[in-house]
């Protein structure tokens, strides 16, 4: 900034130059504008962290949505044999005594984790909503199993739709135990982050 100076020429010598006032700081003199700067930091730190750490958290559901996006129809032994390895290894990621869960009490376990308030409040995912009334313990679940462990039997294509579209629904709102105040994941994120 240049410093003012006054005229040097003999017409204007006389004339009493106005005082230039100090020019205005950018940066807030007052404490207050301070304070709420730092409040404003900590929260923003505060909220970025809770983010992060629930993102993380849910991670283990992004990698089962992930693989259940790999199955193929087109198989469906080996896709319901798929399906139950995955939710397997959610079940055991939440509570390791789960490994031990097999035939109507993994089932049982399965649905007494999908909250029943939930069923109906996923929005904008027509075959999520479709099978509102569905249950791993109904007959579906029971082929599903039965399906795991022998090669007679199969399940139908609609039948196989109905088991991943559930078993999407499950990923996505399941409760965990591990995490007091976490939120399921976004419906609209399919997994591919």
């Given at each position: 900034?240049?410093?003012h100076?006054p005229?040097?020429t003999?017409?204007l010598r006389?004339?009493?130059?106005?005082?230039?006032?100090?020019?205005?700081?950018?940066?807030?003199?007052?404490?207050?504008?301070k304070?709420l700067?730092f409040?404003?930091?900590?929260?923003?730190?505060?909220?970025?962290y809770h983010?992060i750490?629930?993102w993380?958290?849910?991670?283990?559901?992004?990698?089962?949505?992930?693989?259940?996006?790999?199955l193929?129809?087109g198989?469906?032994?080996?896709?319901a044999?798929?399906?139950l390895?995955?939710l397997?290894a959610?079940l055991v990621y939440?509570e390791?005594?789960?490994?031990?869960?097999?035939?109507?009490?993994?089932?049982?376990?399965l649905?007494?984790?999908?909250?029943?308030?939930?069923?109906?409040?996923?929005?904008?995912?027509?075959?999520v909503?479709?099978?509102?009334?569905?249950?791993?313990?109904?007959?579906?679940g029971?082929k599903?199993?039965?399906?795991?462990?022998?090669?007679?039997?199969?399940?139908?294509?609609?039948?196989?739709?109905?088991?991943?579209a559930?078993?999407r629904?499950?990923l996505?709102?399941?409760?965990?135990a591990?995490?007091?105040?976490?939120?399921?994941?976004?419906?609209?994120?399919?997994?591919?982050?």
């Amino acid at each position: 900034m240049s410093i003012h100076t006054p005229p040097s020429t003999y017409i204007l010598r006389d004339i009493v130059d106005v005082a230039v006032p100090e020019s205005v700081a950018w940066w807030p003199q007052t404490i207050g504008w301070k304070v709420l700067a730092f409040m404003i930091l900590v929260g923003c730190l505060v909220w970025g962290y809770h983010r992060i750490k629930l993102w993380w958290q849910n991670r283990y559901r992004r990698e089962a949505l992930q693989a259940l996006a790999t199955l193929d129809l087109g198989l469906p032994r080996e896709s319901a044999t798929s399906l139950l390895t995955i939710l397997k290894a959610v079940l055991v990621y939440l509570e390791p005594q789960n490994s031990a869960l097999f035939g109507d009490a993994l089932l049982q376990k399965l649905d007494s984790l999908l909250p029943s308030a939930t069923l109906s409040s996923v929005k904008g995912d027509a075959e999520v909503k479709s099978d509102a009334d569905f249950q791993y313990q109904g007959e579906i679940g029971k082929k599903w199993l039965a399906v795991s462990l022998s090669s007679q039997r199969s399940l139908t294509e609609p039948e196989l739709v109905t088991l991943i579209a559930h078993t999407r629904k499950w990923l996505l709102l399941h409760r965990n135990a591990k995490l007091d105040n976490a939120k399921p994941i976004s419906v609209t994120n399919k997994g591919a982050q």
